[in-house]
């Protein structure tokens, strides 16, 4: 079952981001990720949520997903990641 994580950001350093955005489809990749939706601009239809910018990530499954969010050589750039934007991530499986 695939999953999905969902991020949203806002990019408070964009000079310090951008060597993340740069590197990190690498890690994707590596994992057997895909982007879905990258950096859009949301509509919000429904309540009061206020997302800035999201990022939606495909994998082929929880523990890709997994794998890559503990990837030892990815730690840095999310660190970077978050010192340089505000962002709330979610990972969220896809149908059974």
């Known amino acids: 079952m695939n999953a999905y994580l969902v991020l949203d950001l806002s990019v408070n350093d964009l000079r310090d981001f951008l060597p993340y ?11 057997g990720g895909r982007y879905v939706s990258k950096g859009a601009e949301p509509v919000v239809l429904e309540g009061d949520w206020s997302p800035q910018r999201l990022v939606i990530l495909e994998f082929p499954s929880r523990g890709h997903a997994e794998s890559f969010l ?7 750039l999310f660190a970077r990641r978050h010192r340089s934007t505000t962002s709330r991530l979610v990972l969220v499986d896809g149908e059974f």
């Open 21 to 31: 955005v740069e590197a990190i489809p690498a890690f994707i990749a590596k994992h």
């Open 70 to 76: 503990g990837d030892p050589d990815a730690q840095d």
